[in-house]
């Protein structure tokens, strides 16, 4: 399949071709619902991906109402929870991603 990146799109960043391959960065927010720590929750993960990952990443977003499998998938027991699934090893943050140093200590960015 070849195109442009939906999300690389619509930020307004130049495209990118499908081809180039994943981006070194995968990660699963788990959420609750649509309540207020889950929009908190992706809001922060947008910005803190804009500030802290500019060299791509893939962000999924796991609501466990809808899909409940997926806690036990991802091993989450509370949400909203951040996985790192790539680069490994499997890391995990669990909360609103408010607090920038514990995320990335979570992520183990912090000597970034």
Not at 42 to 57: D, Q, R, S
């Amino acid at each position: 399949m070849t195109g442009t990146s939906p999300t690389k799109a619509a930020t307004g960043a130049p495209p990118v071709p499908d081809d180039v391959g994943p981006p070194p960065w995968r990660l699963c927010l788990v959420v609750a619902g649509g309540s207020g720590r889950s929009r908190r929750a992706i809001e922060n993960l947008t910005a803190f991906c804009a500030a802290h990952l500019p060299g791509g990443v893939d962000v999924e977003v796991v609501d466990i109402y809808r899909h409940p499998e997926m806690a036990q998938r991802y091993q989450v027991i509370a949400a909203p929870t951040l996985v790192r699934l790539a680069p490994l090893p499997v890391r995990r943050v669990v909360g609103d991603l408010s607090q920038t140093a514990a995320v990335l200590r979570g992520l183990e960015l912090a000597g970034t």
